[in-house]
């Protein structure tokens, strides 16, 4: 039978097993002043729960005053305080108690023996403080690698619904049936083409990383398929290094990106334009180049909408300071956007 631990009989757990390992290290030094084996384990038993009822109500008063949710610039000076209001409180207790059950072992009560049960209770609190405010900034790193994730989940989800976009469904779909007629065969060409985007997209989007190759095939099928509905207008070509093929990419990124080269720069042009992809890798930085024709504009960021946005926030989810997006006019005619990923190599 397996027994399933309750996340929140973690910080009982933590109490009874520090404070008791605490007492079983003091037992073990009364024994060295008495052998009244009773009165030992009254004072441990009396101190096991002081010590649990102070540092107890230390957490609440913490939580409720929000010190856990401080930094460690502003929460230190705090838990110095605690610490030395719980170890004066620790000290007072104990003295007149060890006098009662050991009174033939005490001498006059003078600073340097109140200083001596001041440090050794001192040492107890303070590793407690330590232990679970370590334990609370473990919990807070958990926390937030969780929200992380959820995060990127949540941006993957909302650019699974953006992807595939309903003008292109709907401009595809017009173009594939006017060619039904005027082209039968160029219209079966168009289905199958469609077919086997909206099938690699429901593939590659299951996945938060994929094999670059995978995601080119995919932009393949798109462009073929745009390459219909603006025939000569649209030209594109491609130069993709071999030993980037394998690389790892956010899936339908670069579909994104090249929708937007001809969305906002090919389609608003009488003779059309051209696309270009590269993928290379220069001094371990690998290089994802689409060089569309077009004009940047001054607000394109907000005219692109949220193509580039979840391009940034996916980038910086995924890779952190290893990747970073650059988009700007390239020639007089030509925009650049690129994206460039450190690629880590063993040594």
């Given at each position: 039978?397996?027994?399933k631990?309750?996340p929140?009989?973690y ?8 404070w008791g ?5 003091e037992s073990?030094?009364?024994t ?6 009773l009165?030992?384990?009254l ?6 729960c ?6 107890h109500y230390?957490r ?7 010190w856990?949710n ?5 929460l230190?000076?705090r838990?110095f305080?605690?610490?030395?209001l719980c170890t004066?409180?620790?000290t007072?207790i104990?003295?007149p ?6 009174s033939n072992y005490f ?5 340097a023996?109140?200083l001596?049960y ?11 403080f330590l232990?679970y405010?370590l334990?609370i900034?473990?919990?807070k ?5 969780i929200e992380?994730?959820?995060a990127?989940?949540?941006?993957e989800?909302?650019h ?12 595809a779909?017009?173009s594939?049936?006017a060619?039904i ?5 160029k219209?079966?060409e168009?289905?199958t083409l ?6 690699r997209?429901?593939k590659?989007s299951q996945?938060?990383l994929v ?6 095939k ?12 603006y ?9 993709i ?6 690389f ?12 937007n080269?001809i969305?906002?720069?090919i ?5 059309g ?7 290379f890798l220069e ?6 180049q689409?060089?569309s ?8 960021e ?9 391009t940034k ?11 970073q ?5 390239y ?6 956007c690129?994206i460039v990923i ?5 040594s």
């Open positions: 039978m397996i027994i631990l309750n929140k009989n910080y009982l757990i933590f109490q009874v097993g520090i390992l605490f007492m079983l290290y073990i030094t009364y060295i002043i008495s052998q009244d084996y009165k030992i384990l004072n441990c038993l009396l101190n096991f002081l010590g649990i009822l102070i540092t230390y609440s008063l913490a939580i409720q005053w929000g856990l401080l930094n460690l610039i502003a230190i000076p838990i305080f605690a610490m030395l004066t409180f620790m007072l104990n003295i108690l060890d006098q009662w059950m050991f001498v006059q009560i003078h600073v023996f109140f001596s001041f440090f050794n209770w001192s040492k107890y609190i303070a590793v407690w232990t405010h334990y900034l473990h919990i790193s958990l926390k937030e690698k992380l994730v959820t990127l989940k949540e941006i989800f909302n699974l619904k953006n992807q595939l976009n309903p003008h292109f469904l709907f401009n779909l017009n594939i049936r060619l007629d005027e082209n039968p065969n219209s079966k168009a289905i469609l077919s086997e985007l909206l099938r997209s429901l590659l996945n938060q094999n670059f190759e995978d995601e080119i995919a932009v393949e099928c798109y462009l073929h398929l745009e390459k219909i509905r025939e000569e207008r649209l030209q594109f070509t491609k130069f290094q071999n030993d980037t093929l394998n790892l990419f956010p899936p339908m990124m670069l579909q994104t990106l090249v929708e080269g969305k906002h720069g389609s608003k042009m009488r003779s334009g051209e696309i270009v992809i590269k993928s001094n371990n930085k690998w290089h994802v689409i060089v024709s077009g004009k940047l504009k001054e607000n394109f907000a005219e692109a909408g949220v193509g580039i946005r979840n926030e996916r980038l910086q989810l995924l890779f952190g300071k290893n990747a997006f650059i988009i700007k006019q020639e007089e005619n030509k925009v650049l690129e450190e690629q880590h190599t063993d």
